[in-house]
């Protein structure tokens, strides 16, 4: 096994490329350090995307956790009868509301019902008066009514 080196750089550091033209285990070694370069570097994009897509199911799972819980507690209120009694509640509500508006729709349909009766006469005693007003404009001046006295002129 190989310790750690305290410093990479030296494992990186290339020779010139003159010293290997006569020396193939050198072109090998830089070969094999180039291509150890390209692995490593490969494998922190890796890592970092690995280490991104991880946070990401990090936070889907606490949400899916949050989301579980809260259907747990929703099951628990039904299995307890809570949200039965609650929609009881709502129901006797509603009733009491309905209650309220049917007394307030029969009140209207009794106004109503008035007014238009109301409206009928009004109208019965309109007609009534302008059958008298025309007998009245029509009468002959002898028919016995006394005559409209005139105002006597004032000094």
């Known amino acids: 096994m190989l310790a750690p080196l ?7 550091r290339e020779t010139r490329p003159d010293n290997t033209q006569g020396n193939p285990l ?19 994009r890796l890592l970092t995307l690995h280490a991104t897509r991880l946070a990401e ?3 889907r799972l606490k949400a899916l956790e949050n989301e579980r ?8 209120q039904f299995e307890s009868g809570q ?15 309905e209650q309220q508006l049917m007394a307030a729709i029969q009140r209207v349909w009794q106004l109503d019902k008035t007014l ?9 005693l309109a007609n009534e008066r302008d059958r008298l007003a025309r007998r009245l ?19």
């Open 69 to 76: 819980d809260a259907l747990r507690q929703r099951l628990g």
């Open 57 to 59: 199911q990090d936070e």
């Open 116 to 124: 238009c009766a109301a409206h009928r006469e009004c109208e019965r």
């Open 6 to 12: 305290e410093n990479r750089a030296i494992l990186e």
């Open 26 to 44: 050198l072109a090998e070694n830089l070969a094999l350090r180039h291509a150890l370069r390209q692995a490593r570097s490969s494998r922190k």
């Open 137 to 155: 404009c029509h009468r002959p001046a002898d028919a016995g009514y006394p005559a409209a006295k005139q105002a006597e002129p004032r000094d």
């Open 83 to 97: 949200a039965i009694v609650e929609l009881g509640q709502q129901l006797m509500a509603a009733r009491a509301a």
